[in-house]
């Protein structure tokens, strides 16, 4: 009786080491992988358009897009207003939570960290004035990230006005209703290895997510994969119709519609009528109409606006 009892003691100890040394290397060991993985420009680019949290944050507990980053395309130098190369910087105003990267430099594994800190100087980036990052590649082809208000003397203000509001991308705050949304109940991030390739284009490599949080995924799928979405659809005006609703433009989509991403009002302000459009579009689906109501076009401050950015991000 005595020797039993032994014996379970024992083995529940073993058990309760198991079980605790599995939960470590579960937990702890993806981020050993990761530092040991330089990060890639898709990386790179990912994590400074995101920003530092794209998921539940105290930064935006209710995932309003509070303390987003914004993606910009400049095709003048911010400082001087002469023409450049269209570049992509990532502005981060003041109080924005800084991107992982920097942040976590490790994250960006040893060479890109290294070049990041002595070519980027990343280390002086700063969320109580505002910084604005570039991805850079040196002369050897490596990439790194530059903290262009440090090298450059970019201000996000000065950039923000350079690129003005129509090339300015909320991409970072559409994550977020990713998020909040549930997008990923129906739609992933990540094509499987098996034909899917052929049709939603290149699975992500090695070191494509250093430093993106959360990752996003999805497990289960009841629709295609949205990881290249924006490289086979890249009109914002059959994203804005499939979004009002999906059965504008895909007769038996099963997708719910996300209309009141709109907001009250359009982009002149007027009201939004959702009863009299609901009305004029039954009526069109039981042959009364020719055609369908038209959707109203999204205020810029909108939330579709914001999604609708975080689409066309994915290319
Ligand atoms: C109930 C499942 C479901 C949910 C939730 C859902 N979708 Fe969809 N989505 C679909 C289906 C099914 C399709 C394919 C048919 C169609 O185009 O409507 C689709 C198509 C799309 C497409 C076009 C894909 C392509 O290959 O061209 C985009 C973009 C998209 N959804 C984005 C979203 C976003 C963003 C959200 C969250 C705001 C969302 N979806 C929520 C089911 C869903």
């Given at each position: ?15 309760a ?62 400082v ?44 002086e980036?700063n ?29 996000p ?61 999805g ?13 086979r ?20 989509s ?62």
């Amino acid at each position: 009786m005595n020797m039993n009892f032994r014996e379970y003691k024992l083995g529940s100890r073993f058990f309760a080491l198991a079980l605790g040394l599995s939960m470590c290397i579960t937990l702890f060991m993806p981020s050993f992988d990761i530092g040991s993985v330089n990060a890639t420009n898709i990386a790179m680019d990912k994590q400074l358009w995101a920003g530092h949290e794209s998921g539940f944050s105290l930064d935006d507990p209710l995932l309003l897009g509070w303390h987003k980053p914004l993606k910009v395309l400049l095709k003048a130098d911010p400082v001087n207003g002469q023409p450049m190369d269209p570049t992509y910087a990532y502005v981060y105003e003041k109080g924005t939570p800084l991107p992982n990267g920097v942040l976590h430099p490790d994250n960006l594994g040893s060479v890109a960290k290294k070049l990041s800190i002595d070519k980027g100087h990343i280390l002086e980036s700063n969320k109580n004035t505002g910084t604005v990052f570039l991805v850079r590649m040196d002369d050897q082809k490596r990439y790194y990230i530059e903290n262009a208000s440090a090298t450059l003397g970019w201000t996000p203000e000065g950039v923000l006005k350079t690129a003005g509001d129509e090339n300015t991308q909320h991409a970072a705050a559409g994550k977020s209703l990713f998020v909040r949304e549930g997008c990923w109940w129906c739609h992933t991030l990540l094509p499987e290895q098996t034909q899917d390739w052929q049709v939603f284009g290149a699975p992500p490599m090695l070191g494509d997510f250093n430093g993106e949080s959360p990752t996003a995924f999805g497990s289960d799928r009841k629709a295609p994969d949205i990881l290249h979405v924006a490289s086979r659809n890249s009109s914002k005006e059959w994203m804005m119709l499939h979004f009002f609703n999906p059965r504008l433009v895909q007769p038996h989509s099963i997708m719910p519609r996300f209309d009141y991403l709109w907001g009250p009002v359009d982009a002149n302000g007027q009201k939004i009528d959702f009863a009299k459009w609901r009305a004029e579009y039954n009526e069109y689906r039981e042959g009364k109409r020719i055609t369908p109501p038209e959707v109203p076009t999204y205020a810029r401050n909108s939330e579709i606006r914001n999604l609708i950015d975080f689409v066309m991000n994915l290319k």
